[in-house]
C-alpha cells in the first residue's frame, strides 16, 4: 500500500462516520417504512381540513346548476373551480357566501388568447377586442355559454 493512502484512509474513516451520525440525526421519523418516502407524511395529509366539496354535494341544493352545466361546454368543470372552496356553505345550508367571478379577467384565466395555448384545447378571445365594451355573463351564461342571452 502507497505511504499517502495509508495517511489518508483514517481521513476517509472520518468523513464515513461524521456522514453517518449526521444521516442518523437526519432521516426523518418513518422514513423507509414502507417505501423511499417518509409514511408520516400521509397521515399529515390525510388530516389537513378540508375545504372542497365536489359536485355531487352541491346538487343536493342546486339541481338546476347542475344539469345547466352538463348540458353545455362547461360540464367537464367544477362547480367550485369558479365558486371557490364550498364545504362551510355547503354544511351550513348556504349561509357562507362564495364567490361570484362575473370580471371578463375572470373567464380570461382560462379563454384569453395566448399563443402558448393550443386553440383545440380551450376556445380563446382577445380580451381587448372581443365585445369589450360589457361582461361575458352580459350575453354567455357562465353554466351554459351558449345559451347567449344577448348578442
Ligand atoms: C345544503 C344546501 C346547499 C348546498 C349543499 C350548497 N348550497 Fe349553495 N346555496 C344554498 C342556499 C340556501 C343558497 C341561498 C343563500 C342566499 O341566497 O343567501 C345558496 C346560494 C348559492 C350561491 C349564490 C350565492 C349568492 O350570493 O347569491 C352559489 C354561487 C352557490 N350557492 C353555490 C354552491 C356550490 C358551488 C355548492 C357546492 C360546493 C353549493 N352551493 C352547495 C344551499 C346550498
Ligand atoms: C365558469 C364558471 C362557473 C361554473 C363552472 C359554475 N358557476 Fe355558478 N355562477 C357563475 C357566475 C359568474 C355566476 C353569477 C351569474 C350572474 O351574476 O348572473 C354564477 C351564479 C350561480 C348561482 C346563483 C344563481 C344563478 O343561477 O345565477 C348559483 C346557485 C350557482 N352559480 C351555482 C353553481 C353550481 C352548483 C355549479 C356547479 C354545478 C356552478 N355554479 C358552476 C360561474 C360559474
Ligand atoms: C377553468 C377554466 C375556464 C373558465 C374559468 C371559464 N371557462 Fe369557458 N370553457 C372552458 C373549457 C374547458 C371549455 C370547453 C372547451 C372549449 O370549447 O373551449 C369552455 C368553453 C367555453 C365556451 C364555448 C367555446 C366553444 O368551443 O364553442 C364559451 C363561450 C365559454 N367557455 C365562455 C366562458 C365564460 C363567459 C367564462 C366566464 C364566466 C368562462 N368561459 C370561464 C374553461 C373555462
Ligand atoms: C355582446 C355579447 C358578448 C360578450 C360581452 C362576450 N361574448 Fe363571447 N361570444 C359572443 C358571440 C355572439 C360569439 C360567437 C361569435 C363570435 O365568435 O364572435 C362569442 C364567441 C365566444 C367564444 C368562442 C370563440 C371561438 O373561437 O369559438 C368564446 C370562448 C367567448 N365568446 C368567450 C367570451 C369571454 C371570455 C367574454 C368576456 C371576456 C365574452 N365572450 C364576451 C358574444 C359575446
Known amino acids: 500500500m502507497p505511504p499517502q493512502l495509508k495517511?489518508?484512509?483514517?481521513?476517509f474513516a472520518v468523513f464515513v462516520i461524521l456522514f453517518l451520525v449526521v444521516r442518523y440525526f437526519l432521516v426523518p421519523e418513518s422514513f423507509g417504512e414502507h417505501g423511499h418516502y417518509r409514511f408520516n407524511s400521509v397521515e399529515d395529509n390525510a388530516n389537513q381540513?378540508?375545504?372542497y366539496a365536489g359536485k355531487e354535494l352541491c346538487a343536493d341544493c342546486h339541481e338546476d346548476q347542475?344539469?345547466?352545466l352538463e348540458s353545455d361546454l362547461h360540464a367537464s368543470?367544477?362547480?367550485?373551480?369558479?365558486?371557490?372552496?364550498g364545504l362551510a356553505h355547503s354544511t351550513l345550508e348556504g349561509s357562507v357566501t362564495l364567490l361570484m367571478p362575473?370580471?371578463?379577467?375572470?373567464c380570461?384565466?382560462?379563454h384569453s388568447f395566448n399563443p402558448t395555448r393550443k386553440k383545440k384545447?380551450?376556445?380563446q378571445v382577445d380580451l381587448n377586442d372581443h365585445n369589450i365594451e360589457k361582461k361575458c355573463i352580459e350575453c354567455h351564461n357562465p353554466h351554459m355559454p351558449w345559451e347567449l342571452t344577448e348578442e
Request: with cysteine; net charge negative.
Open 7 to 11: 495517511r489518508l484512509l483514517p481521513l
Open 49 to 51: 381540513e378540508l375545504h
Open 66 to 68: 347542475v344539469e345547466n
Open 77 to 85: 368543470l367544477s362547480c367550485e373551480t369558479c365558486h371557490g372552496p
Open 102 to 106: 362575473d370580471e371578463r379577467e375572470f
Open 108 to 110: 380570461g384565466l382560462c
Open 121 to 123: 384545447m380551450v376556445a
